[in-house]
Nanobody
Framework: QVQLVESGGGLVQAGGSLRLTCAAS????????IGWFRQAPGNEREILAT????????YYADSLKGRFTVSRDNVKNTVYLQMSGLNPEDTAVYYC????????????????WGQGTQVTVSS
């Protein structure tokens, strides 16, 4: 099992940047792919990015238009989501999730979730 804790959310002005951190505890973090998702009120949970176990491969949702970057440090058991060019439409609760071995774009395929961190972008 793996436990996940997100941090780094907050209030930022439009055009600003934030870096979210997903800290993992438990066994064999490097055997898990990580996905970043977000959910705004009234919306479904939306895939943002995934990163495979070694960090060599990643996926990004087209809607992000290159504004977000995912990375991981398996020594620190941590995954990061660097976000730039934020706009009010990015306001949501952001979650990281872990899936054994392989990433997926569907939130239903992930077994372990953090509690989420709120990101609010003001205009």
């Amino acid at each position: 099992q793996v436990q996940l804790v997100e941090s780094g959310g907050g209030l930022v002005q439009a055009g600003g940047s934030l870096r979210l951190t997903c800290a993992a505890s438990g066994r064999a973090f490097s055997t898990y792919a990580i996905g970043w998702f977000r959910q705004a009120p009234g919306n479904e949970r939306e895939i943002l990015a995934t990163i495979e176990r070694t960090g060599a491969s990643s996926y990004y949702a087209d809607s992000l238009k290159g504004r977000f970057t995912v990375s991981r440090d398996n020594v620190k058991n941590t995954v990061y989501l660097q976000m730039s060019g934020l706009n009010p439409e990015d306001t949501a609760v952001y979650y990281c999730a872990a899936r054994f071995l392989y990433a997926s774009r569907s939130p239903h395929d992930y077994n372990y979730w953090g509690q989420g961190t709120q990101v609010t972008v003001s205009s």
